[in-house]
Every structure is written in structure tokens, then in C-alpha cells.
């Protein structure tokens, strides 16, 4: 059940698309960074200020998903609920959780993290650190979105993720064994 209505709270979150990190920040101090997955290109993140106009714990999305076969098996991977389903296959819509919806149909919420911008225009943040997220802010909450999101797939040679040093490839943000 989506929660609404609250105004005032002592943090903010900032959402660097450049960087590929969202700060939560208290009081003018960051409390939180986490590596984030923004908009891939075709479906980016909205640039701008924003608050939360929504919280829903467990929410799924009306939009995106997969397709599956009667056995479970996924045929389309990357599905849009308009797409036509074979016979014995069914839609099965992407897990969202922790959403924090801050436009439309743009949301912060848990979710995996490749190392470059892949979502549908949400912000995917490492569960440990939605969670955290969502337990800080309520509905009202500043977000501002800022920055160019980066052109093509991040390696390790790129700029944006020094060979090393990628917070991305932490195993615990792969996706859930039952979405893969």
C-alpha cells in the first residue's frame, strides 16, 4: 500500500547522473552515497527538482517486466506489458522495491546495478542502501536530479570506474536468483 502525505524532513537526496551516485544528505551533510544504475539512453532519468510523492515497500511495475513460458522460463527478458505473450507464457512485471516515486513514473528503488545507466528512467540503488533510503525520507522529500548521464556501457578501463575501484561489482546487488 503506497504511502502518502507528509511535508517536512531534515534530509534531501541528490542524484549526480554524471557520477552514477545518489547522496542522502542530513542537515547539508552527505550521510549516505551509493553507486546507482540511472535511465540508459531512449529512457532517461528526468534532470530537475523534485520531491517524493510517493513510498511503497513491495511495488512492481505496471510497465516493465518479462515474459515467461508455463515453466517458468523467461522468452523476453527486457518485456514490455504490451508485448504479446505465446500461448502458456504469462508477463511477469519487474520488482520494484523500496520504491520512492519522484516523477511520473520515475522512482528510486532497489534494484541491480551493471556498472553503467540501464534502467527504464528509475534510479536503481543497491538494496542495503534503498532500504536505508527509504527508512530516512517520506513523501514530501527534495530530490534533485543533476548531470549528463554517460554515453555507453562503463569497463574498466573507463574514466567513470578507475580499474579497481568499482563499487558496482558488489555481488550483493546482483539481481535475485529468481529474476535472472
Known amino acids: 500500500m503506497p504511502l502518502h502525505a507528509q511535508d517536512s524532513n ?21 550521510v549516505l552515497a551509493t553507486p546507482i544504475a540511472s535511465g540508459r539512453y531512449g529512457h532517461l532519468t528526468p534532470t530537475g527538482s523534485f520531491k517524493i510523492i510517493e513510498k511503497e515497500r513491495n511495488h512492481y511495475s505496471s510497465m516493465y517486466g518479462k515474459i515467461v513460458d508455463a515453466r517458468g522460463n523467461t ?5 514490455d506489458a504490451d508485448m504479446p505473450v505465446p500461448p502458456g507464457g504469462r508477463f511477469v512485471p519487474a520488482p520494484m522495491r523500496y520504491f520512492m516515486r519522484f516523477s511520473g513514473s520515475n522512482g528510486m528503488h532497489a534494484g541491480y546495478l551493471p556498472g553503467y545507466p540501464a534502467s527504464h528512467g528509475c534510479v536503481r540503488l543497491p538494496e542495503e ?15 534533485t536530479v543533476f548531470g549528463r548521464t554517460p554515453r555507453g556501457r ?3 578501463e573507463s574514466e567513470w570506474m578507475p580499474r579497481g575501484r ?4 558488489d555481488p550483493r546487488s546482483a539481481p535475485p536468483w529468481w529474476w535472472r
Open 166 to 169: 568499482s563499487p558496482f561489482m
Open 10 to 30: 531534515p534530509f534531501t537526496v541528490e542524484i549526480d547522473l554524471q557520477d552514477q551516485t545518489a547522496y542522502l544528505i542530513q542537515d547539508g551533510r552527505v
Open 129 to 143: 542502501n534503498a532500504i536505508a533510503f527509504f527508512n530516512a525520507i517520506d513523501v514530501g522529500t527534495r530530490v
Open 75 to 79: 522468452i523476453v527478458a527486457d518485456a
Open 154 to 156: 562503463y569497463s574498466e
